[in-house]
C-alpha cells in the first residue's frame, strides 16, 4: 500500500477537503494523518473519507495536535519526561490519536517514544561530515563521547517509555490497531537500535506492537556511520509494521523526495514485506513538480507499487 502523509501540506489548509483533494491530485488515493493537524481540519477529512474521496492508511502521534501546542511539535509532550504531569499528558494524547486512527478504519499508529536529556552531539556530528571530516580523529572522538554519554543514562528513560507503551497498549489491541515505534534520525532521540531491538524482544508475544522503519532517519544515522542501513533493515525485517519514505541529501537533508538523494531504494527495498503501508513523508518545501516526477520514476522503477 502506498500513502502520502499529511505533513506536507497540512499547515497551509484551513480545510482539510481541500488538503485531501490537493493530495488526491497527486495520484495517492492514500493517506496518513500526521502530527501537526490541526483540529479544524478533521472535519473536512471525515467529509473526504465518508464520501470515499480517500482512505487513510494510519495516523501519526499526535493526531490531532495538542489545543495548546502552536506549532507542528510531534515531540512537545514526550513518554520520557522528567514531569509526570507531561508523561500523562503524552499518554493521553496518544490514546486520543487511537481513537482518531479508529474513527477512519486506520491500521496503525506511528509513536515517537521520547528523548534522552543531554547535550546534543548529532549536530556536531553532521556538521563535521558535511565538511568532509567523518574520518577525522575529532570525529571519532566526538561519537564516542556521544555513545557512552547517552549508554550511560538511557535506561531509565527506557524504563518510562514501557510504561507509557504499556498503558495504552489495551486500547490499540482492542480497536485492532498497531502501534509502531519509529526509528528516529538522532542518535540522543529513543529508542536507539540496541533499544529497539529490546522493545521487540519484550513485546514479542505482543504482536501489535512493531518497528516503524523511517528511511530517511535511518539513513541519516548511516551516513555518520552509527549503522549500517542494509544490516539494520535485514536484522529487523521480522518487526516491520510500515514504513516513511523520503530521500536524503548528505549527510542530513532529509525529507526529499525519493530518487534525488543517497538511498537506494532498489536495493533496500528487497528486505521488507511485500504487504506493508509504505507513506511518502515529504518536506512542505518540496514542489508539486518534484513529487509528480519522483512518481512516475517510482511507478517506473516498482510494479503497481509493489518493489
Same mark, same amino acid.
Given at each position: 500500500?502506498?500513502?502520502?502523509?499529511?505533513?506536507?501540506?497540512?499547515?497551509?489548509?484551513?480545510?482539510?477537503?481541500?488538503?485531501?483533494?490537493?493530495?488526491?491530485?497527486?495520484?495517492?488515493?492514500?493517506?496518513?494523518?500526521?502530527?501537526?493537524?490541526?483540529?479544524?481540519?478533521?472535519?473536512?477529512? *471525515?467529509?473526504?473519507?465518508?464520501?470515499?474521496? *480517500?482512505?487513510v492508511?494510519?495516523?501519526?502521534?499526535?493526531c490531532?495536535?495538542p489545543?495548546?501546542?502552536?506549532?507542528?511539535?510531534?515531540?512537545?509532550?514526550?513518554?520520557?519526561?522528567?514531569?509526570?504531569?507531561?508523561?500523562?499528558?503524552?499518554?493521553?494524547?496518544?490514546?486520543?490519536?487511537?481513537?482518531?486512527?479508529?474513527?477512519?478504519?486506520?491500521?496503525?499508529?506511528?509513536?515517537?517514544?521520547?528523548?534522552?536529556?543531554?547535550?546534543?552531539?548529532?549536530?556536531?556530528?553532521?556538521?563535521?561530515?558535511?565538511?568532509?571530516?567523518?574520518?577525522?580523529?575529532?570525529?571519532?572522538?566526538?561519537?564516542?563521547?556521544?555513545?557512552?554519554?547517552?549508554?550511560?543514562?538511557?535506561?531509565?528513560?527506557?524504563?518510562?517509555?514501557?510504561?507509557?507503551?504499556?498503558?495504552?497498549?489495551?486500547?490499540?489491541?482492542?480497536?485492532?490497531?498497531?502501534?509502531?515505534?519509529?526509528?528516529?534520525?538522532?542518535?540522543?532521540?529513543?529508542?536507539?537500535?540496541?533499544?529497539?531491538?529490546?522493545?521487540?524482544?519484550?513485546y514479542?508475544? &505482543?504482536? &501489535?506492537?512493531?518497528?516503524w522503519?523511517?528511511?530517511?532517519?535511518?539513513h541519516?544515522?548511516?551516513?555518520?556511520?552509527?549503522?549500517?542501513?542494509?544490516?539494520?533493515?535485514?536484522?529487523?525485517?521480522?518487526?516491520?509494521?510500515?514504513?516513511?519514505?523520503?530521500?536524503?541529501?548528505?549527510?542530513?537533508?532529509?525529507?526529499?523526495?525519493?530518487?534525488?538523494?543517497?538511498?537506494?531504494?532498489?536495493?533496500?527495498?528487497?528486505?521488507?514485506?511485500?504487504?506493508?503501508?509504505?507513506v511518502?513523508?515529504?518536506?512542505?518545501?518540496?514542489?508539486?513538480?518534484?513529487?509528480?516526477?519522483?512518481?512516475?520514476?517510482?511507478?517506473s522503477?516498482?510494479?503497481?507499487?509493489?518493489?
Amino acid at each position: 500500500m502506498i500513502a502520502f502523509s499529511t505533513c506536507w501540506n497540512s499547515q497551509k489548509h484551513s480545510d482539510g477537503l481541500a488538503m485531501v483533494e490537493e493530495i488526491v491530485e497527486l495520484g495517492f488515493d492514500t493517506i496518513e494523518i500526521s502530527h501537526g493537524l490541526k483540529v479544524s481540519l478533521l472535519p473536512g477529512i *471525515i467529509r473526504a473519507f465518508e464520501e470515499k474521496i *480517500i482512505k487513510v492508511s494510519g495516523v501519526h502521534n499526535f493526531c490531532p495536535s495538542p489545543v495548546e501546542v502552536l506549532i507542528d511539535a510531534p515531540d512537545c509532550y514526550e513518554f520520557t519526561s522528567h514531569r509526570e504531569r507531561e508523561r500523562k499528558r503524552a499518554v493521553d494524547l496518544t490514546l486520543a490519536t487511537i481513537r482518531t486512527a479508529e474513527r477512519f478504519n486506520a491500521k496503525y499508529i506511528v509513536l515517537h517514544l521520547g528523548s534522552i536529556p543531554m547535550k546534543r552531539i548529532s549536530p556536531k556530528l553532521e556538521k563535521l561530515a558535511s565538511n568532509n571530516e567523518i574520518e577525522s580523529k575529532a570525529y571519532e572522538k566526538l561519537k564516542a563521547k556521544l555513545i557512552k554519554k547517552r549508554q550511560k543514562i538511557a535506561p531509565l528513560y527506557m524504563e518510562r517509555a514501557i510504561s507509557a507503551l504499556d498503558e495504552v497498549l489495551a486500547e490499540a489491541s482492542k480497536n485492532n490497531i498497531n502501534l509502531g515505534v519509529e526509528s528516529r534520525s538522532a542518535y540522543e532521540d529513543l529508542p536507539n537500535e540496541d533499544e529497539l531491538i529490546s522493545i521487540m524482544d519484550h513485546y514479542k508475544n &505482543t504482536p &501489535t506492537i512493531g518497528y516503524w522503519h523511517d528511511f530517511g532517519h535511518v539513513h541519516r544515522k548511516h551516513n555518520l556511520g552509527l549503522l549500517d542501513h542494509e544490516e539494520w533493515l535485514s536484522k529487523m525485517n521480522p518487526h516491520i509494521k510500515g514504513c516513511h519514505l523520503h530521500d536524503v541529501k548528505w549527510p542530513h537533508r532529509d525529507h526529499q523526495v525519493p530518487f534525488k538523494g543517497d538511498i537506494n531504494y532498489s536495493k533496500l527495498f528487497n528486505l521488507i514485506p511485500n504487504d506493508i503501508p509504505i507513506v511518502w513523508e515529504l518536506s512542505h518545501r518540496r514542489t508539486k513538480t518534484e513529487i509528480l516526477e519522483s512518481l512516475s520514476e517510482w511507478n517506473s522503477v516498482f510494479d503497481n507499487n509493489v518493489p
